[in-house]
């Protein structure tokens, strides 16, 4: 799951009122990017947000982990994203 806050990027502890606002669905491309499959009415919505925690554990065991991608589009309607150190 990834859980969006409004916020500055930097090292800070994981807010209390995260809300899951989008889902990694899968690989786009060869470079690092992913599609988003988002729960709001408009994807680009997202890509104004400062900072993005992904969940790497589960939902019972959440692991969050604060991600600031490179370049966030849209790209025929799906929202993707450039996830930092993936090449």
Request: glycine share 12%; charged share 20%; with cysteine.
């Amino acid at each position: 799951a990834l859980a969006l806050t409004v916020g500055s990027p930097g090292q800070s502890p994981v807010p209390p009122d995260l809300v899951v606002m989008a889902q990694v669905k899968e690989p786009y491309g060869l470079k690092g990017w992913i599609k988003l499959y988002t729960f709001g009415e408009a994807p680009d919505g997202l890509k104004h947000f400062a900072e993005w925690w992904c969940n790497r554990g589960t939902e019972a065991r959440p692991v969050w982990e604060q991600v600031v991608p490179e370049a966030v589009a849209v790209h025929g309607g799906t929202l993707v994203a450039k996830w930092p150190g993936i090449e």
